[in-house]
């Protein structure tokens, strides 16, 4: 049975377990933290999370999770079937992933432990969410998903790593991300709506403490 390494807080995590539920693949969840422990290291080369384990090897790096289980498991698609349309989901993923979450990212540790914000940096993250924020603006159509009528894994990757980006948006630059883009808050609803959905998100909320324990703890 296939193997899913990582933990309910992550963002990342949940875009691969967020797929598995979605295809109906039988899986073994193992809760772990990002660690540079010997033996994780064998599974996941940078000790990230997620990972998966499979009856071939490990895999980790979370795009290429996504792209190995829509190939192994290619029903339902969550790739659109034909190259352009494909490449089209690819960018918006990408999008989301590098001017979205990523320089989200670099906030946390002031949301979630209370460091230290020097104007730079708040600059520089600001200049790139609204880089981000245009970008899905214009790539995205939200009808009612984020590239037409059917689920893709744009919608997945976009919806987790708008955790990160909307929480920081919020507490750092008191902004609501998804209102700026048009048809995105209904979108999010509607994502958020889905049993899946609100299952990760339970998951979330009840992970959470021992979750910020940890990163406290450091």
Known sequence: MLK?????????FNMVKHSLLHKGVDFEEITVYPNASADYLRKSPLGK??????DEGFLAETSVILDYLDARFPQPPLYPADAWSRA?????????ELYLELPARRLLPV?????ELDDRTRAEVQEILDKGVAAVAALASFKPYALGDTLTLADIVLRYSMVVAELVGGAVFQRDLSGEVPGMAEWKALMAASPISRQLDADSNEAMAAFLAMVKGK
């Open 4 to 12: 899913l390494y990582g933990f309910a807080v992550s963002n990342y």
């Open 49 to 54: 999370v997620p990972c998966i384990e499979t």
């Open 88 to 96: 089209k989901c690819q960018e918006l993923m990408k999008i989301a």
């Open 111 to 115: 949301v979630l432990a209370g460091a």
